[in-house]
């Protein structure tokens, strides 16, 4: 195993490709953006990963990693391509299909092709049948589903040291694309069928929806009993068996926020908890808008003239200027589409397509309403009171 072609140069395709060439393996990504490919080869990168530039650059340089908008012959094939929704939380595959159909001409008897990206039950399934309508003999080719649980901000390391799950649609297939991980993992391969390594990734992102749903939802109630929940967590935390996570202004991101929909599509009915989490976590979000909504009205009521509201953070968690399926974005998009006048601060990004990002002293001077929707380093030591800190900033 020398050549390996990797499909999707995003956040996992990337950091992946990258390590692999600096690990001496010869390798092609693919990517269908041709600027993307173009800052690749050029040794640059085009998204914000530490390290990453000093990855690719080497791989770059050595000759060992070449971007491009088409495949090619390789022994393995890793397919790292987007997995969202369609209207409705109906799973899109569409670009995982595609991804597949591209390396047809370019598969042969004895390579491995490993789906990377998060998919549905039955995914890896579905892409052997692909390969298979197109004319190649998929009982000669190895594949695998070994998704991808890396953090954002600390993907080099991951990569390496992080346990694995790797699931074949056979016994062989999951053998060999475990000798393979074994090559540059540091941390456990551990092997299953494709089913369940489909399943453990949705079940660890469903795992972490719900215990944020539960804080979420105690949130909510410690706030009709007129209680602080931050405290409240923090002393039921002390039970040696209880491990309560931290309420929020929803739950944002591309996984968390996206993957359970994929069980609760294809669960249904059986799908209650899963499904109830999502709710109460979306719930969330619209129960932080009403409270911002009157303590606006409130204040104009009080004052004869509308307030303005300061909406601190716009990212999908702390320290990060990742605004993906953001509750807190979403919060300022509503609070503006519903006429309020806003004050949208987020100290990660200097620019926004919808609205002028304020410095957050000067917001925090200019409004009348302050609402703390992420808990950034930068709000952490702000003297201000406020019934709107809906991520518990203020308490810390
Ligand atoms: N980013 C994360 O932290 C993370 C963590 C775990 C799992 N995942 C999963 O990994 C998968 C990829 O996520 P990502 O964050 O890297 O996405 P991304 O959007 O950063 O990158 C995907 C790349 O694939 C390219 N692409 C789309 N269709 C293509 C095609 N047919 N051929 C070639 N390239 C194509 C896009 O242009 C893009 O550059 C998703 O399923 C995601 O859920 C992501």
């Known amino acids: 195993m020398k050549k390996i072609c990797v499909i999707g140069l995003g956040y996992i395709g990337l950091p992946t490709a990258a390590l692999l060439a600096n690990r001496g393996y010869e390798v092609h990504g693919v990517d269908v953006v041709k600027s993307t490919v173009d800052i690749i080869n050029r040794g640059e990168i085009h998204i914000v990963e530490p390290e990453l530039d000093?990855?690719?650059?080497?791989?770059?340089?050595?000759?060992?990693?070449?971007?491009?908008?088409?495949?090619?012959?390789?022994?393995?094939?890793?397919?790292?391509?987007?997995?969202?929704?369609?209207?409705?939380?109906?799973?899109?595959?569409?670009?995982?299909?595609?991804?597949?159909?591209?390396?047809?001409?370019?598969?042969?008897?004895?390579?491995?092709?490993?789906?990377?990206?998060?998919?549905?039950?039955?995914?890896?399934?579905?892409?052997?049948s692909v390969l298979k309508e197109n004319g190649v003999d998929t009982t000669k080719l190895y594949i695998a589903h070994c998704p991808e649980r890396v953090l954002p901000g600390q993907i080099m390391r991951e990569l390496v040291e992080n346990d694995r799950i790797v699931g074949g649609t056979t016994s062989e297939a999951t053998a060999v694309t475990v000798e393979f991980y074994k090559t540059f993992v540091s941390g456990e391969v551990l092997s299953t069928d494709a089913k369940t390594a489909e399943m453990a990734k949705l079940t660890e992102n469903s795992f972490r929806d719900t215990n944020i749903a539960f804080a979420n939802e105690l949130s909510i109630l410690c706030d009709k009993f007129a209680i602080d929940v931050w405290e409240l967590i923090a002393l039921a935390n002390r039970h040696p068996r209880v491990n309560i996570l931290q309420p929020g202004a929803g739950v944002g991101g591309h996984c968390i926020a996206v993957d359970p929909w994929f069980i609760v599509h294809a669960g249904g009915e059986d799908a209650k908890m899963i499904r109830t989490a999502r709710e109460v976590n979306t719930y969330k979000t619209e129960w932080a808008i009403e409270k911002i909504k009157n303590a606006a009205l409130k204040f104009e009521n009080e004052n004869g003239r509308k307030a303005k509201v300061a909406c601190m953070g716009l990212a999908f968690k702390p320290d990060i200027d990742d605004l993906r399926e953001s509750p807190a974005l979403f919060i300022t998009r509503r609070l503006l589409a519903d006429g309020l006048d806003v004050l949208a601060v987020e100290p990660n990004i200097s620019e926004h397509k919808e609205f002028e990002v304020v410095n957050y002293s000067e917001a925090i001077e200019e409004a009348d309403v302050v609402t703390f929707l992420v808990a950034h380093k930068e709000f952490k030591n702000l003297d201000i009171e406020t019934d709107l800190d809906f991520c518990g900033v203020t308490n810390k």
């Open 54 to 128: 000093t990855f690719v650059k080497a791989a770059v340089n050595s000759g060992k990693l070449k971007a491009d908008l088409k495949p090619a012959e390789a022994d393995v094939f890793i397919i790292a391509v987007p997995t969202p929704f369609h209207e409705g939380y109906v799973p899109n595959v569409d670009y995982i299909v595609s991804a597949t159909k591209a390396i047809v001409p370019y598969v042969k008897g004895g390579d491995i092709v490993i789906l990377e990206s998060t998919s549905p039950v039955g995914t890896t399934d579905m892409m052997e």
